[in-house]
């Protein structure tokens, strides 16, 4: 699978818009972009997922680039629930049902 | 629908007794994942069945591990003998496999400490 990079931490406010970036610069044609997040003390949580075209859902909006070698996920008005940490990860449209999750990036939302 | 049950939720144990973890997925779900998530190593996946199959055991550490599901509501992850280093955090997932989304659900997991 692709490997992704992503900030160890951010800050954002809450109300305002949290944007989290993600690199996977050695994609391929036929994989995925997922975010899961992890709350303190609970299992991780799907978001959203996306192929090339931007995504919206109830929880969150995933931009990708055209050259599809980074994205970003959008938390449009951060509460101080979203704080947990955001895992991107890349995988292939296949039979492979593995998830592979790397350090992701905690997000700290502040009053 | 009541999601992924795990229990028990904390297991304190002695080195070298048996540890048994168990886990209930969602019903209709034909995907069951075992995780273990620690600080140094983070989220680990450990094995996954497919109709109580299991398909890739390959994250299972050593054969001090095992894991089982004998029916389509019930799995078991055993450790036997447990060792101080098996201390982790162990989820369960299960997934309706749809394709492409692929979708995850996690049990809120079992916290292990082994002295």
């Known amino acids: 699978d692709a490997k992704t990079t992503q900030p160890t931490s951010m800050d954002c406010a809450e109300g305002r818009a949290a944007n989290l970036p993600c690199n996977h610069s050695t994609i391929s044609g036929n994989e995925y972009v997922y975010w899961y997040r992890q709350i303190h003390s609970q299992g991780p949580q799907y978001i959203i997922h996306?192929?090339?075209n931007n995504e919206t859902n109830e929880m969150a909006s995933l931009i990708i680039t055209e050259d599809r070698k980074s994205s970003t996920l959008i938390l449009p008005h951060a509460t101080l629930r979203d704080t947990a940490v955001y895992y991107c990860i890349v995988r292939p449209i296949s039979n492979d049902y593995k998830l592979s999750f790397g350090a992701g990036t905690t997000v700290t939302v502040r009053a | 629908d009541a999601g992924v049950i795990q229990s028990p939720r904390h297991e304190v144990t002695e080195m070298g007794q048996e540890v048994t973890l168990r886990c209930k997925p969602i019903?209709?779900?034909?995907?069951l994942f075992w995780y273990r998530q620690t600080m140094m190593r983070g989220l680990e996946l450990l094995i996954y069945f497919n109709n109580n199959v299991p398909i890739d055991d390959s994250g299972m550490p050593e054969d001090r591990f095992s894991a089982k599901m004998p029916n389509a509501s019930f799995s078991t992850l055993k450790i036997q003998p447990s060792e101080p280093r098996d201390s982790a955090v162990y989820f369960c997932?299960?997934?309706?496999?749809?394709?492409?989304?692929?979708?995850?659900?996690f049990g809120p997991g079992t916290r292990l400490t082994v002295t």
């Open positions: 019903s209709g779900h034909d995907y």
């Open positions: 997932a299960s997934s309706p496999g749809t394709r492409p989304l692929y979708e995850q659900y």
């Open positions: 996306g192929l090339k």
